[in-house]
C-alpha cells in the first residue's frame, strides 16, 4: 500500500461547479497537510497548507483533514477554467521538506 | 517575486552520457531539493541540501549525485544516464525559518534514448 494515495483522475467538470478532491494516507504521524497546484509544463505551487485537523478557507478553496479517517481533501467553489490543473497532496509528521510525502496527484479539467 | 530556475526545459541524452542538470534559487534558502516526477509516483526526492557542501540521500539516490558549491545553485548529476532515468526532475527550495512551503522550478524533462 502506497503512503499517500490519490485518485489520478483526470476529473472534468462544468464552469462554476463545487470540485472535490481527496488523498488518503496511512501514517497516523502526519501533522502537516499541504495542497500544490501543478499547471501544466509548470512546477508545483503551493494552494494550501493546513496543520493537525480541522478546516481551512481561502478564497474559493477550502482545505479539510480529518485524522481520525487519515483523509484530507480540497474543494473549490465556483470552478474557472482557470482551476485546470493537477492537484497534488502532501504530508508530512514533522513540517522538513525533505519529509514531505506527495501523492501522485489529480488531473482536474474545468470545462467553459 | 520568488524564482527557482533550472537549466533546461526539455533534454534528450544518450544512454551511458553524463547529464548536469542546474538548479538556482534567488531567495537565500538554505534547503535545496532534486525531485523526479512519474505519472502514477508522485514526487520523490532524489537528494536534499541544507547547507553549502551538505548533501542528504533521499528516497530513490541510486544513479545519482549532486553538487552544492554555493548557496543558491544545487546541481544534480547523472554520472551514466539509463533509460530508466527517463523523468521529469524537479528542483525545489525552502527557508529554514518556514518550511511550509516549497518554492518549485518548472522541471526538466529529461529524456535518455
Known amino acids: 500500500q502506497k503512503e499517500v494515495e490519490q485518485d489520478p483522475g483526470p476529473l472534468s467538470v462544468p464552469e462554476g461547479a463545487i470540485v472535490s478532491l481527496n488523498c488518503t494516507y496511512s501514517?497516523?504521524?502526519?501533522?502537516?497537510f499541504m495542497w500544490y497546484r501543478q499547471y501544466s509544463r509548470k512546477g508545483p505551487e503551493l494552494l494550501m497548507y493546513?496543520?493537525?485537523?480541522g478546516n481551512k478557507e481561502d478564497g474559493r478553496f477550502t482545505a479539510q483533514v480529518d485524522k481520525s479517517s487519515k483523509y484530507i481533501s480540497l474543494f473549490i467553489r465556483d470552478s474557472q477554467p482557470s482551476d485546470s490543473a493537477t492537484y497534488l497532496c502532501?504530508?508530512?509528521?514533522?513540517?522538513?521538506?525533505?519529509?514531505?510525502?506527495f501523492g501522485p496527484g489529480t488531473r482536474l479539467s474545468v470545462l467553459p | 517575486d520568488v524564482k527557482v530556475t533550472q537549466s533546461s526545459r526539455y533534454l534528450v541524452k544518450r544512454t551511458g552520457e553524463k547529464v548536469f542538470l542546474e538548479c538556482v534559487q534567488d531567495?537565500?534558502?538554505?534547503?535545496m531539493f532534486w525531485y523526479r516526477q512519474d505519472p502514477g509516483l508522485g514526487l520523490r526526492l532524489i537528494y536534499f541540501?541544507?547547507?553549502?557542501?551538505?548533501?542528504e540521500k533521499g528516497d530513490i539516490p541510486e544513479g545519482y549525485s549532486v553538487s552544492r558549491e554555493k548557496k543558491e545553485r544545487f546541481s544534480l548529476i547523472l554520472e551514466s544516464a539509463s533509460t530508466n532515468q527517463t523523468s521529469m526532475y524537479l528542483c525545489?527550495?525552502?527557508?529554514?525559518?518556514?518550511?511550509?512551503?516549497?518554492?518549485f522550478g518548472p522541471g526538466t524533462r529529461l529524456t535518455v534514448l
Open positions: 502532501a504530508m508530512s509528521e514533522d513540517n522538513y521538506g525533505q519529509n514531505f510525502v
Open positions: 501514517n497516523s504521524a502526519f501533522q502537516y
Open positions: 493546513t496543520y493537525s485537523s
Open positions: 531567495m537565500d534558502h538554505e534547503n
Open positions: 541540501s541544507y547547507d553549502v557542501k551538505m548533501k
Open positions: 525545489a527550495s525552502i527557508t529554514s525559518s518556514n518550511n511550509n512551503e516549497q518554492f
